[in-house]
């Protein structure tokens, strides 16, 4: 399995980008920073796409992918539960903000909608997925990729204090890390972690499985980055694994 890191933090600038992941070349995990990272032809390479939550950082460059498939005869299966389907089609894609791809042309879309049940296993291509709810300010999901090899990936999207681990057994995870430490009660109230919070579901893991996986972060506030990573230096430290900070164009091969 083969991961890229389109984009890895919740805002944007000129060098840092709104949360997209690319597996295989084929598979972009959330729609953040998607379009602008690859060409046309990258584009239509893609064949399968999760989205996480409904957030606008999350699913804004899935109207446009739209767009750009529908001009190139192109086309995309779209997983994700039922909630982030129905806000994209009242809020974004709805033909007004931007035209509906899930609907367009009519009669064989080129936005394919594909829902997932938590916990239930579901196909994706090649690839087998599990969906995991998360808390969150808004119906979430993190989703387990099993590649044909059997190695597993665990994306969290957007996800607060209590994350699921019982139905996955991943190799990687890639997990959101938003707030600094001294945030910690904004991070609870709004569904996301901190390095201190995200020590206590690692642990939470390895209690429940025997072991850590290998741990990348996404999801930084670039403004508090430098604070971030020492935070999460320590968090490493006190479970003695080496956490990684994502990074635009990083890459990862399982």
């Keep these: 399995m083969k991961i890229s890191i389109l984009g890895a933090h919740n805002i944007e600038s000129d060098t840092t980008g709104c949360v997209s992941l690319l597996v295989d ?3 972009a995990l959330d729609a953040g920073h998607l379009t602008s990272s690859l060409s046309f032809e990258q584009q239509l390479d893609l064949k399968y796409a999760f989205l996480s939550h409904p957030h606008f950082d999350h699913v804004r460059d899935i109207p446009a992918i739209g767009m750009n498939l529908s001009l190139q005869d192109g086309s995309l299966d779209v997983f994700a539960i039922q909630p982030v389907f129905e806000m994209l089609e009242e809020f974004l894609a709805n033909d007004t903000v931007y035209p509906d791809y899930f609907q367009r042309p009519a009669g064989k879309p080129t936005l394919r909608k594909h829902v997932l049940a938590f916990g239930v296993e579901a196909t994706m291509g ?9 808390a969150h300010s808004v119906p979430a999901s993190g989703v387990q990729i099993t590649d044909r090899d059997g190695k597993k990936l665990f994306f969290s999207g957007d996800a607060g204090p209590g994350i699921a681990w019982d139905k996955i057994a991943p190799d990687l995870i890639v997990i959101e890390t938003t707030a600094v430490n001294k945030d910690e009660q904004y991070a609870r109230d709004s569904g996301h972690l901190t390095p201190a919070l995200l020590e ?7 209690d429940q499985k025997g072991y850590l996986p290998q741990v990348i972060t996404i999801h930084m506030n670039p403004l508090n980055e430098a604070q971030l990573r020492a935070e999460l230096d ?17 890459y ?3």
């Design 25 to 27: 070349d084929v598979l």
């Design 126 to 134: 090649p690839y087998r997925v599990i969906a995991v709810p998360q």
């Design 200 to 206: 206590s579901e690692l642990a939470t893991f390895r």
């Design 234 to 250: 320590l968090t490493g430290s006190n479970l003695d694994i080496h956490i990684e900070t994502g990074y635009e164009g990083m």
């Design 252 to 254: 990862i091969e399982l």
